[in-house]
């Protein structure tokens, strides 16, 4: 039990889950419109259109945008410029990224769109 606990898949889900938590009770401190958060929630996966261009390009494009340095840099952004706009995208997009660890999707490898770093879909 406790070597499953601890295996990296398992502990990249539970990843997932605290940052999708931390996001939304960081949205909802700042009074971010939940409304908006569910409108664009799956937004980030447009990304995927990359894929029309060929695996390479496609898990590059996705890669991109569900790596969690996008909406880390997109939050910093909007920290220092008070933007609170960018703040609430950045962390819709943090909570997106974190629900698809949790579900066991992952960073895409070249070699196809069902290759990932957490398993093969």
Known sequence: ??????SPVTLIRLEGLAAAVLA???????????????????????SMLGYLAGPRAGSA???????YLAPILLGAYGVFTQGALILS????????????R?????L??????????????
């Open 24 to 46: 939304a009770v960081v949205y909802s401190r700042i009074s971010g419109s939940w409304l908006v958060f569910v409108l664009l929630f799956l937004v980030p996966d447009l």
């Open 102 to 106: 949790l579900l066991g999707f992952g």
């Open 1 to 6: 039990m406790l070597t499953y606990l601890l």
């Open 61 to 67: 494009i996705y890669n991109i945008v569900h790596t």
């Open 89 to 100: 995208l950045a962390l819709i997009l943090f909570a997106h990224i974190g629900i698809d």
């Open 108 to 121: 895409k490898y070249p070699s196809g769109f069902r290759d990932t770093h957490l398993q093969q879909l």
